[in-house]
Each structure stands twice: as structure tokens, then as C-alpha cells.
């Protein structure tokens, strides 16, 4: 991805100026000039409107340059004594795939091709990323306007043991300065979009464009995991001209590789190995460098001269292409988000189509005649005119327009009369000795004499929904009928069996044959907040076909489906869907920590965080890193991380049996779990014997991307979901060694001195991340994955305590029972869960590392209503809490957002029209304007003669 940073160096504006040209101090003089050019410095050249509205052009002029980054325009503008401490401006740089960098020293057409494509990013970053503030306060947003860019081309990396690589890219240097549209020279800003998006847009385009030029001049190209690399160079030949790249990844082991690291943290690994470059002539470097790509095989000659021939024989790619890629990019786009933006569905459309060739161009128009790709207006991100294209798809509007109309229809024999169904709860109420809430006794009731085929109970975070549940799951049993509990995940399956019924997971029934016990069927489906769109369509579809009644029971406020669609909240706010709502809570025995769940499921967040000030404690943080503003993210979470370690080694044995330590993020919980088992194993706590297992992370991969082979990496682990011919049985691990013409090469996971064979990847296939797991006596662990291939059936979620016997691990669940290890495991240390594997489960006590989250309100809703009787909150800064927390996260419904869409086109359509009347009223208004002074001058001029003497001839003087 390009990279960006804003532009500051100890040398001042000179330093960076040197560092650009690639310009060394104390060598000799061919070397200081660099191997870049004969005439000293690296190639460069000006870019931007607003360099070519103060007339520069060609390559960049130190001179000229500097006095840019201080601020100094050539007409005379000096915007440095406007502002003090003013950055110079921001540094975008963007980077070929590293086959392209060693291409690029057999074939120069590759550089010319990427400077097209830098071209290409800057165009994009012009319009859409540079902006200038306008107004009172800068509250309005200006993009696309003027600006200065020079650009600098660099071809080798940073030296490793004194080898350098070669790595072609660019610095873009953007001056802090841009012409705003009332002509006004001003400071710039940087806008990377939600997410980063419009970075990744920018880096697609750059990608594609070069991508394009590469196929078209008769290169074939191979997709990876972020664009593409140039086919017939492999992935072991690229590894080797990497060593920057491994040098980084080395310094990040400790927090899983270059992948799962933060932006800060490879930045920071970036500096903390970057050595000082080392200069070669030109002849010098690029012999060293053919030396060394001959030395591995590495076959640039042969494709060159093989894309010469084919260049001869060029056909254009099928007109299909970008339709398909485009097609591709929906498919990833919407399987988590029912709306996205414009930026999102683009740039993965460019990766989809750039190792073909496909050009933006023809992306672009494939876009605009998608008739699945439906607008979804312009969203202003922050009220200052940062304006966010969305869509959304035919699809999703067609799916929730089909649950509603399946919901809200088909009628159903009563089970009581109102008067048997009141009697029934007086009973029950008079032999237990207790009495239900009103909202149980509503949702009994409801469910027992309603006719309504589809029914929906809203409960808040432990207010008991599995008790009502209970006596309806014996009530429908009673009259003949059978009940099936279902829920998401196996955990909550099974949590449900209390209520009495046989449970399973929603996509084992799912993928279930159709029920024989026609009419006389109950589906309880749990938990209904997390289940998806195209899942809950699913259901209804299969009920439908059942001829069975169903009752869907959860809490929108609570977290939502992982996938796309938020539909039973939908259904909550549909006028034909009978529902019952339970709103007393019963968990939480202490009055305080009562009113504060209660304020969370009542809808207000903001009461709720007030309320629980008092169990929140602030972390103090160390110091940001001289030259960053921020605190990088991983600190953050290291302080927070011990603190919460620390108040969890404080509690004693049986106090910690039931306790949860919750966190927003993996990343956090990981460190969490790490700082409690080193306390422990400093106690004496945990055995001193240890076993390693391998222990394995799922990798989620939309769909879409699950069936290429570009976004698997080698040293991962596939689990194979069906038997492949070949390969293995179902159930069967391989680990990954290379990917090669669209397949997977592996060899067993446990059995590695094997001969590699081809696997297709697809849906079927689950992918895992691979590290070694110490195991201890006393550790407690989590299973993650359900398994049923064991004596004792596992479920995700799981947890157990770990004994060692005989240099052997074990796993003693909850319920005494126990397995013993396999050499690899989907498993973690149990300390620290996650807030969304929390959701279902109640304890004594909760400490609760409260961090920012995109899931809001309804992140600290679950988190802050585990507990029955003890809550500690920890966090590093209350007022983001509480902007953070303080607002639920609802997804927008397709409908809604297409119904904007339209609304906003009616408007943009209607303002057209008037624009255009009243340019066209103008206009006759100006045509009248000068026919009458045309008028009046001729009547003038008539006038004058009629009166002058020569005019008139009958008059003597």
C-alpha cells in the first residue's frame, strides 16, 4: 500500500531536498552523483496543476524545490510566515511489487511504466485525498484543488549485511501549498478516507495503471494478495531479492509479522533497521544486480524477450473482464457490509481485474453499467463536506424485502386460549414460588396464543429469555410439536438446551435436509441479533418449506452479525411483525451495576458510562515517540493490558474461576493473555513442565477471495472441509509451501518431508495462521473451533484447564471430562476473551479493557453486563470512551440507503432543471435586455436625424 507520512527532517528543508536527489555526502565523486542517472541525482519531475500554473515542468530543481518546502511560491507567495512550525508537506510513497522491481533491471520500459502509473495515483490524490480548509474555522472541506507535487524516483532498498536489493519506487513530495477555487494559495491537508480507503483506491490505480501498460506491451501477470507480481518469477526467487522485507518481519516476530503489526509498529521496525543507503555507480549496481538475478535463476531475460514476441501477437482482453471483476468486488464488498462506499468497491475491482490487464477506464464504465450496483447517495463524513459515495446492491434490497414479506405473513393455529394460557402462568407461578416479569409474562403469552406463524422476543442482556423460552419449548412439546433450539455459534447452542429443547448451530441446519414433520415444528432461533441477512433469509426460506412456526429471539442493541445485515433489528422496527419485548433485567444482583445495564438496554449509552464512572480507572501512557503526535495504537494496549493482568493476578484462585477479563480487540487480548501467564508462572502457579503444540488461528477470507489462490501465504495451514481427490480426507490439515498457477502446493502439516501436491483453493477450505503454543499444568485454554471427530464433542468456545502427563498435554473441560492433545489445535490461552465471545455468558466478576471500537455502544452494552456482583473498567482516556462507546452502531438497510440514493438523484435532477430554467431565464432575460437598448439606441439615433436641419429639407434658413 502507499505510504504516507508528513513531510519533517533535523536537515530542514535542504536534507529532504538531498535525500530525495539520492545524493550521499563523503564518496567519491561517480558515486555521490548515484547510479540513477548520468548526470547526477535520481530522475524527477514536476506534477500537479498548481506546478503547472507557476510554470514548472520537466525534472525538479533543487533550488526550486527547497524554497517550495519552505513555503516560498515562485510568484512571490510566502506561506511560511503565515503559520509557525509549519510542515513542509506530505510524502506519499509508492512502491512496485518487488517482480517488477527486478524486471525493471533487464527491461527500462518497466520504469516508464511505473512513473505512468505515479502519475495516474497523483491525478486521484489531487481530486480526492489533498484538501484545503475554507470558512469561519475551517469548517468547509475544499478537494481538487491546485497542487504542487515533485516526484523522485529511487530503484534500490536499504542495505542488509551490506546487500542491497533492488526496489523500484517513488517519493511523491505534495508542498504544503494548493490553490484553492477562489484562486488563494493555502496550507493542504491529507484525507486517506474511512479506513484508509481512499489510500487503498489511490494504490490500485497506480497498480492497475501500470498493470495495463505491462500486459499491453505483451507481459503475463499473476495476481497476489495486494495486486500483482509478473508471471514466471517465483515466489521463492522473490523472497530472495526481499531482505528488507524479512529484516522488518524478523523485528516484528514478537507481534506476529509484518501482517498483523500496526502502521506504527512497521514504521517503527522501518526505522529501527534502516541503515544508511550504499551508493554504487550505475554500471557497478546494475552489474551486481544482474549477477545476482542470474546466480538465482531468475528468467527476466526470457520474459522480456518472450513479451516482445507476444506484444506482436497481442489480442485485447475479452470485453467480459472487467464485468467479471467487477463482479468479484460486489461479491467481497457486500458479504460484510450491506452498504459500502464508492472508494471500496473501485479499488477492489481494480486488484480484481489489474493482473489481466484491465484498465481503470474499463473498471470504471463496468461500474456505471452494473445493474447490481445501486447508489446510495453521498454521506458528509463530518459536516465539513467530506463527502462519501456509497452503493449498495439489487441483492440486498430484494433480501430484505423478502424476509419482511415472509415474516410478516402466513397465520397459525392457536396453542391456549387467553384464558388457558393465564391459568397456565398462575399455576407455574404458584408452584416455583416466584413470579415472572411482565415482559416474560407478555412473551409467554404472545407465543401461546398467537396466531402469527413468525413471532420475535427482545430481551435485554440477562433478563431472562431462556426462562420464558422454557415453558414455551414445554408447552409446544406438550402439544405434539417438535422444538428445535437454534443459535450462531455451538456455544449458544448449547446454552440453549436448558430451556429443554435438542439444539444445533444455525449453519449445521441450515445445511440440514428439510424436516419430514410437516406443520408440527418449532424453530427457535437464539441469539437473532448476530445472525446475518442472507443467513435469517435462509431460515425463514427453510420454515417456509417446513410448514413450521418460528420464534426469533435477541437483542438488537447487543453485537451484531459478523457478516452483512442487521435484519432482526429490521424486523423490530416492521409494523406487521408481533413481538414481545423483556426489558427487567435479573443478573446483576448490586443496585449500581443494575442501573447501569439497564441504561444500556434502555438505548442510552451515554447514562450508562455515567453510571459506571465509578468503576472506571484511567491507565496512565508513557510519552509519545519524539516526531509523532500519537501514541501508536500497540502501547496503548501493552498499558492497558498489564493493567487489567495485573488486577486479574490480584484476585485469588477462586476468584478468578469466575471472573472475565474482556477486550475489544484480538490484538489486546493476545498481550492480555501473555502478561497474566507470565504472572502466573512467576508465582509457581503453573507447572514447570511444558508441552509445545502448534496452535492455529482461523484466517477469514470473503467468498470472493477464498477461491484464489493469490491470498493464501506459504507456511499457513488449510483444513480440508470435504474430501479432495488427491489431497486428503476431510478433516485432514495441510500447510501451505507455494502457490503456483492459481493452486496451492501442500504437504501434510505433520509430515512435511512429503512430496508437495496441488490443491484448488474454494470455499470448502478453512485457513489457518500457524505459531507455537507453550502449554503448562494449570493453564486454562479456549478452543475455537467445534470438532466433532473426538470421543467428546468440542465447541468453539469451550473452555478447560490444562494437565500434563508423561511429557502429554490434556484438557479437562468444565464438566470433568477429558481429551488429550493433538499436535495441533484452533485453540488460545483462556485468560482474556474477546467481548463478541463473551456475548451469552454471565459471571461474578468482569475487568474490562475498554478501547475504542467501530462496534460502539453496543461493544460496551455486552462487556459491561456480564457481571453479577464485581466491575472494573480500565482505559487510557474517558472522554473517548465515551464518544466511542456512548452511540449504538446500527447498519443501515439497503432500502433506506438506495431510498437516499434516489432521493439525492431527484434532487441533483431537479436542481439541474432549475439551474438550467434559470440559466435559460437568464439568458432570454439578457437577449430582451439587449433588444431593447438595441430598440432604444435605433429610436435615439431616429430622433436625432429627424431634428437635425440636413434631415429636414422643407425648412429654409
Known amino acids: 500500500m502507499i505510504r504516507i507520512k508528513p513531510i519533517k527532517s533535523s536537515g530542514g528543508a535542504a536534507g529532504v531536498a538531498k535525500y530525495l536527489r539520492n545524493e550521499h555526502t563523503g564518496e567519491a565523486a561517480e558515486q555521490a552523483a548515484g547510479y540513477y542517472s548520468e548526470r547526477g541525482g535520481a530522475p524527477s519531475f514536476w506534477a ?121 519506487h517513488s517519493h511523491v513530495t505534495v508542498i504544503n501549498a494548493m490553490r484553492r477555487s477562489d484562486g488563494q494559495w493555502t496550507s493542504i491537508n ?86 544508511e543507503k550504499r551508493q554504487l555507480s550505475q554500471s557497478e549496481q546494475r552489474w551486481e544486480w544482474h549477477q545476482r538475478l542470474r546466480e ?18 497481442r489480442e485485447m482482453p475479452p470485453p467480459d473482464r472487467a464485468t467479471l471483476a467487477v463482479q468479484g468486488a460486489l461479491e467481497h464488498c457486500s458479504e460484510h457490509d450491506t452498504v459500502f ?100 409474562v407478555e412473551a409467554i403469552r404472545m407465543a401461546l396464543i398467537g396466531r402469527e406463524q413468525h413471532q420475535g422476543i427482545v430481551g435485554a442482556a440477562g433478563a431472562g429469555k431462556t426462562t420464558s423460552m422454557a415453558v414455551i419449548v414445554e408447552q409446544y412439546r406438550q402439544a405434539g410439536y417438535e422444538v428445535i433450539g437454534l443459535a450462531p455459534s455451538a456455544k449458544a447452542a448449547a446454552e440453549l438446551q436448558s430451556a429443554g429443547c435438542q439444539t444445533q448451530t444455525l449453519e449445521s441446519f441450515l445445511r440440514s435436509k428439510s424436516s419430514e414433520a410437516s406443520g408440527q415444528i418449532l424453530y427457535i432461533v437464539d441469539e437473532a441479533g448476530m445472525v446475518s441477512r442472507r443467513d435469517l433469509l435462509r431460515f425463514y426460506r427453510r420454515a417456509q418449506q417446513d410448514g413450521a412456526r418460528t420464534l426469533t429471539v435477541g437483542d438488537p442493541r447487543q453485537l451484531q452479525a459478523v457478516q452483512a445485515g442487521n435484519p432482526f433489528e429490521q424486523l423490530l422496527r416492521c409494523n406487521g411483525f408481533r413481538q414481545a419485548s423483556i426489558t427487567q433485567i435479573n443478573r446483576q444482583k448490586d443496585p449500581a451495576l ?25 491507565i496512565p501512557l508513557p510519552d509519545s515517540v519524539p516526531g509523532q503526535k500519537k501514541i501508536d495504537k500497540a502501547v496503548k494496549q501493552e498499558c492497558l493490558a498489564r493493567a487489567a493482568a495485573a488486577s486479574y493476578l490480584r ?34 502457579e503453573l507447572g514447570p513442565e511444558s508441552v509445545v503444540i502448534t496452535a492455529l488461528d482461523k484466517v477469514s477470507l470473503s467468498v470472493a477471495h477464498q477461491a484464489q489462490a493469490a491470498f493464501y501465504r506459504p507456511g499457513q495451514v488449510v483444513e480440508l472441509g470435504r474430501a479432495e481427490s488427491g489431497v486428503g480426507e476431510r478433516g485432514t490439515r495441510w500447510r501451505i509451501v507455494g502457490t503456483e498457477n492459481g493452486k496451492l502446493q501442500v504437504v501434510p502439516l505433520h509430515a512435511e518431508a512429503k512430496a508437495p501436491v496441488h490443491l484448488r483453493p474454494s470455499t470448502t477450505l478453512q485457513l489457518f495462521d500457524v505459531r507455537p503454543m507453550e502449554l503448562r499444568e494449570g493453564d486454562q485454554v479456549l478452543f475455537r ?92 482516556d474517558k472522554e473517548r470512551l465515551v464518544e466511542s462507546w456512548g452511540k449504538y452502531v446500527q447498519q443501515e438497510s439497503a432500502r433506506e440507503a438506495a431510498m437516499r440514493g434516489t432521493l439525492q438523484s431527484a434532487r441533483d435532477q431537479a436542481r439541474e432543471v432549475i439551474s438550467c430554467q434559470l440559466a435559460h431565464a437568464r439568458a432570454e432575460e439578457r437577449t430582451q435586455r439587449e433588444t431593447r437598448k438595441r430598440e432604444k439606441a435605433r429610436d435615439t439615433l431616429t430622433a436625432k436625424k429627424q431634428r437635425s436641419p440636413a434631415y429636414d429639407q422643407g425648412i429654409g434658413w
Open 594 to 618: 443494575l442501573a447501569i445495564a439497564e441504561a444500556f438496554a434502555g438505548g442510552d449509552a451515554e447514562k450508562g458510562l455515567r453510571l459506571a464512572d465509578p468503576y472506571l480507572r484511567e
Open 296 to 313: 538465482a535463476k531468475v528468467p527476466t531475460r526470457d520474459l522480456w524477450v518472450k513479451s516482445l514476441e507476444r506484444a506482436r501477437q
Open 651 to 684: 484476585l485469588s484462585s477462586e476468584e478468578r474461576g469466575q471472573t472475565l477479563v474482556l477486550a475489544a480487540s484480538n490484538g489486546t487480548r493476545r498481550i492480555a493473555n501473555t502478561e497474566i501467564r507470565t504472572g502466573l508462572i512467576e508465582r509457581g
Open 190 to 275: 491529507n484525507d486517506q478516507g474511512v479506513d484508509c480507503e481512499l489510500q487503498k483506491e489511490a494504490d490500485a490505480i497506480y497498480l492497475a495503471t501500470m498493470a495495463r501498460l505491462a500486459v499491453e506491451h505483451g507481459y503475463e501477470l499473476e495476481q497476489s494478495a495486494t495486486g500483482f507480481e509478473v508471471a514466471g518469477i517465483t515466489r521463492d526467487q522473490i523472497e530472495a531479492f526481499s531482505r528488507r522485507r524479512g529484516q522488518i518481519q524478523a523485528d516484528l516476530g514478537d507481534k506476529g509479522g509484518i501482517e498483523a503489526a500496526s502502521v506504527a509498529q512497521r514504521d517503527a521496525a522501518w526505522s529501527a533497521t534502516r541503515a
Open 785 to 876: 473451533q467445534n470438532d466433532k471427530s473426538r470421543d467428546i464433542d468440542l465447541r468453539n468456545g469451550d473452555d478447560a484447564v490444562i494437565a500434563i502427563q508423561n511429557g502429554k498435554a490434556f484438557a479437562t473441560l468444565r464438566d470433568g471430562k477429558s481429551i488429550e492433545l493433538k499436535a495441533s489445535e484452533v485453540m488460545d490461552y483462556g485468560y482474556c476473551r474477546t467481548v463478541h465471545a463473551s456475548q451469552g455468558a454471565t459471571v461474578d466478576r468482569a475487568i474490562v479493557i475498554a478501547e475504542r471500537s467501530r462496534a460502539g455502544a453496543n461493544l460496551g452494552y455486552v462487556a459491561l453486563s456480564r457481571e453479577k456482583l464485581h466491575l472494573e473498567i480500565l482505559t487510557d
Open 341 to 440: 462506499s464508492q472508494s471500496a468497491v473501485r479499488a477492489e475491482a481494480l486488484r480484481q481485474g489489474m493482473a489481466a490487464g484491465v484498465s481503470v477506464e474499463a473498471i470504471d464504465a463496468a461500474l456505471q453499467a452494473s445493474v447490481e450496483l445501486l447508489d446510495a447517495g453521498q454521506v458528509d463524513r463530518d459536516g465539513t463536506g467530506k463527502l462519501r459515495r456509497m452503493h449498495t446492491t439489487q441483492r440486498a434490497v430484494q433480501e430484505e424485502l423478502a424476509i419482511q414479506t415472509i415474516a410478516t405473513q402466513g397465520k397459525a393455529e392457536a396453542l391456549h386460549s387467553p384464558e388457558s394460557a393465564s391459568a397456565l402462568l398462575e399455576q407455574r407461578q404458584k408452584a416455583q414460588g416466584w413470579n415472572y416479569s411482565d415482559g416474560q
Open 48 to 168: 500537479g496543476r498548481g506546478a503547472e500554473a507557476l510554470g514548472l515542468s520537466g525534472a525538479v530543481d533543487t533550488d526550486q524545490f527547497q524554497a517550495l518546502l519552505e513555503g516560498k511560491l515562485p510568484d512571490g507567495t510566502d506561506l511560511a510566515g503565515r503559520h509557525q512550525n509549519r510542515r513542509m508537506g506530505d510524502g506519499y510513497v509508492l512502491s512496485a511489487p518487488k517482480s517488477v522491481s527486478m524486471m525493471a533491471c533487464e527491461d527500462e520500459r518497466w520504469k516508464a511504466w511505473h512513473d505512468e502509473g505515479v502519475k495516474a495515483a497523483i491525478a486521484f490524490l489531487q481530486e480526492r485525498m489533498v484538501y484545503a480548509r475554507l470558512g469561519k474555522g475551517g469548517q468547509i472541506s475544499e478537494y481538487d484543488g491546485d497542487i504542487i507535487a515533485a516526484v523522485h524516483r529511487h530503484e534500490d532498498a536499504r542495505p542488509v549485511d551490506g546487500i542491497v536489493d533492488m526496489d523500484l
